[in-house]
């Protein structure tokens, strides 16, 4: 405006918000990232009676040699809280060349509905411009891409190739029974630290039986027992990120790392894109995502569905 005396104002409810959650984020110390601070975490919401176990959360790493802890990722819970930081916690534990002991976390719960404003985002921007949240950019926060991201090549700087999964992690309390080679690929999926995802409705879950040859086994141990007993155009591939198990003709993957076929191992060196910047869930790709075989129907290569 043009007098001297008089000007115009403008209220930015966003701006006041992402403000105030980085001042309250602020105040709190970084905690260790255990289940035993999840707990708590969830007795709190309990004791506080609180209506909305959503919130806000940052993540902090340890890294060797410094002195302060460095802010790698921001992120949010529609879901509790405890849940989405416990999923976190599982990841990480069942990764290669990162310690879960380096990290720490600072979390907020979120007592209105601010999702239509999305509060991560409002502090991702506040953080980004500082050079912070590397995470953030990386693909850390990525869910399971699903059967017809299989074939996608990395970039340099995926969470993934950084911090590759561990085939080498034990497992304990297997169930050494003979069952359904079904039963025994559910208790894999539900005690492996990542993603193991199979074909589902496949007849040999019902009419093969076998039983853990031990209680105690590494994940690259379990993937090596289950081999021999698929027929012989299944496959198991481990990915830097998860492990599938489909029946696709043994087929090779960009990013497969490692192949149990029958009772043969095969290792190799995964594709990589140039280092960039890795979409999150919710957000386009720079570039498309190689399709199977040419075709984004998985059905269409004689695949069941996978399971969720």
């Not at 995964?270 to 995502?289: I, Q, R």
């Amino acid at each position: 405006m043009a007098a001297a005396f008089s000007s115009q104002f403008r209220l930015s409810i966003t701006k006041a918000l992402r403000d105030q959650l980085a001042e309250e984020l602020k105040k709190l110390t970084p905690a260790p990232l255990t289940r035993a601070n999840l707990v708590k975490l969830n007795q709190q919401a309990v004791e506080e009676k609180l209506t909305s176990r959503s919130g806000v959360y940052q993540l902090y790493q340890q890294i060797p040699g410094e002195s302060e802890q460095k802010l790698v990722y921001v992120g949010k819970a529609d879901q509790p809280l405890p849940s989405r930081l416990g999923n976190h916690l599982k990841k990480i534990s069942g990764r290669r060349d990162i310690s879960i002991d380096d990290i720490h976390f600072k979390c907020l719960y979120v007592a209105e509905d601010f999702s239509a404003v999305s509060p991560e985002k409002l502090l991702i921007k506040l953080y980004k411009r500082d050079g912070q949240i590397p995470w953030n950019a990386n693909g850390f926060g990525n869910k399971d891409p699903g059967r017809n991201r299989d074939r996608t090549v990395l970039k340099a700087n995926h969470f993934d190739v950084l911090y590759p999964i561990d085939l080498d992690r034990s497992i304990t309390g297997l169930s050494t029974a003979e069952r359904p080679l079904g039963e025994v690929l559910k208790e894999l999926k539900d005690a492996a630290p990542f993603n193991f995802r199979f074909q589902d409705r496949a007849a040999i879950y019902k009419s093969t039986l076998v039983s853990w040859p031990c209680s105690t086994l590494t994940v690259d141990e379990a993937l090596r027992f289950l081999a021999p007993h698929l027929p012989a155009d299944w496959q198991i591939v481990a990915f830097m990120g998860y492990v599938i198990m489909y029946r696709d003709k043994r087929v090779e993957y960009p990013s497969g790392f490692r192949y149990y076929r029958g009772s043969e191992v095969l290792d190799h060196a995964p594709e990589l894109k140039a280092p960039g910047k890795v979409a999150e869930d919710g957000e386009e790709e720079d570039e498309e995502a190689s399709q199977l075989d040419g075709d984004s129907n998985p059905d269409a290569l004689g695949l069941d569905a996978e399971v969720a």
